[in-house]
């Protein structure tokens, strides 16, 4: 036979594990598709008889090589198979980048991640290609959690979104380099920046990555995106993606949780609103009466607003005054959350992120004071309910002055997230 041909003969094999193992359960629709027949396994113990049968014929021995090792690549337990054969690979032929890549994603299963960030280096070496660039976003970034200094893993993150942003530049149309650049930016916001435009830049880039995914059975570009929209509090946007997350992957209960969790926290937030605290008419009104006497700690020299003064956004120079009237506690993926009365005995709900678990002990009665307060007027819907309110959204929780003493630092506590683990 042939070199060539037994070469087709390989590669056609390959692909079919390789498709088995990508073979979706929903098409985009969210239609279930049919279920493959056989397992991953046996289809890769069939493969490697032909690799056997097939040996002495393959004359491109490094060609052999990369394709033994891209087919036990697919499965965890051929893994140690797959370093052997593609480490021979790219020692044969050290100008294959297809193998150089293939190489990194083997070191990455075997969670050497130092060793798979050479050998995309190495095949980027070769080739500026979108697998190489993508893949050390993912690697990358996966270093950087590690790095002691926040100085460090910013460094590192900035790389991981530079490597995904000249992914994404190659070829506009793919649908993984798009999400891993989503990642990139989400990291980026939790791990550091907490800047509000990461945020949207992620959602951008998610939403990129699900117009050019042909299948919908990816649900963690729905997951990662749901999560950054409940975390800018885009209420609406964040349930319907979860939603989404739960139809496409419909086993998992992290979607589901969380999904639920979120509409738990906005009815029981619609629970508390407009019944002034639950309290008896005699001891609101004393409540607010109380507030005739302000303490705003170091913020005296600012102007005292109201309520019903707040206008859409950052309400800079100002300090906004009042009493806790109730509070909601959640887990930690949730902001500490509160309703908050002026001396108007109008009622704003207050959102505190980054607040340490040691330090969420507002209780009712509480004189609270927000400087520079960031506004919101709250309109969201999903299916038959509506979630509408007027809200304040703190993310220094040390700017605080509870009791006229400003919180310490010590009660601080940035939120941590990671994406869900990238499957090449």
């Not at 056989?38 to 032909?50: A, V």
């Not at 070191?107 to 991640?113: G, I, R």
């Not at 309520?307 to 100002?318: A, E, W």
Request: hydrophobic content about 40%.
């Amino acid at each position: 036979m042939k070199t060539l041909e037994t070469i087709d003969k390989l590669v056609e094999t390959v692909e079919k594990v390789t498709s088995f193992k990508k073979c979706p359960r929903y098409d985009r629709h969210g239609n279930e598709l049919p279920p493959s027949t056989g397992s991953l396994e046996e289809l890769i113990e069939s493969g490697e008889t032909q690799f056997l049968q097939l040996a002495d014929a393959a004359e491109d021995k490094a060609k052999y090589f990369f394709l033994l090792g891209k087919m036990y690549n697919c499965c965890s337990k051929f893994r140690t198979k797959a370093l052997e054969a593609l480490c021979k690979a790219v020692k044969l032929d050290p100008d294959a980048i297809e193998a150089w890549n293939e190489l990194g994603e083997c070191y990455w299963y075997h969670l050497n991640f130092e060793m798979a960030r050479q050998c995309f280096e190495r095949a980027l070496a070769k080739s500026e290609n979108k697998i190489s660039l993508r893949n050390l976003s993912v690697v990358v970034r996966k270093l950087g959690l590690s790095m002691p200094t926040d100085l460090e893993k910013n460094k590192y993150f900035e790389d991981a979104a530079d490597f995904a942003k000249r992914s994404v530049k190659i070829d506009p149309t793919d649908g993984v380099s798009w999400s891993i650049l989503g990642n990139a930016y989400l990291s980026l916001f939790f791990g550091i920046s907490s800047e509000y435009q990461h945020a949207l830049q992620a959602i951008a880039a998610y939403k990129q990555a699900e117009k050019n995914l042909e299948v919908i059975d990816n649900f963690e570009i729905f997951y990662n995106k749901g999560i950054v929209l409940k975390y800018i509090e885009h209420y609406s946007d964040a349930l319907n993606t979860l939603l989404k997350t739960i139809e496409s992957e419909k086993t998992w209960d992290l979607s589901f949780n969380t999904y639920n969790s979120l509409l738990q926290y906005l009815d029981l937030i619609m629970s508390y609103i407009g019944h002034k605290g639950r309290l008896k008419p005699k001891k609101f009104y004393a409540m607010i009466k109380g507030l005739n006497t302000v303490k705003v700690g170091p913020y005296s020299k600012f102007k005292l607003i109201f309520i019903n003064s707040l206008v859409d956004g950052v309400n800079k120079n100002s300090v906004l005054f009042g009493k806790v009237l109730w509070s909601v506690q959640m887990d930690c993926s949730f902001p500490f959350s509160f309703g908050l009365v002026d001396a108007n005995g109008d009622e704003v709900v207050i959102t505190v992120f980054n607040l340490s678990i040691a330090h969420r002990f507002f209780i009712i009665g509480d004189s609270v004071a927000i400087p520079n307060p960031w506004f919101e007027d709250v309109d969201a819907s999903h299916k038959d309910k509506c979630y509408k309110f007027r809200k304040v959204r703190v993310e220094n929780p040390t700017e605080l002055v509870v009791n006229d003493k400003q919180l310490p630092d010590s009660c601080f506590a940035k939120v941590k997230f990671d994406t869900l683990p990238m499957q090449f």
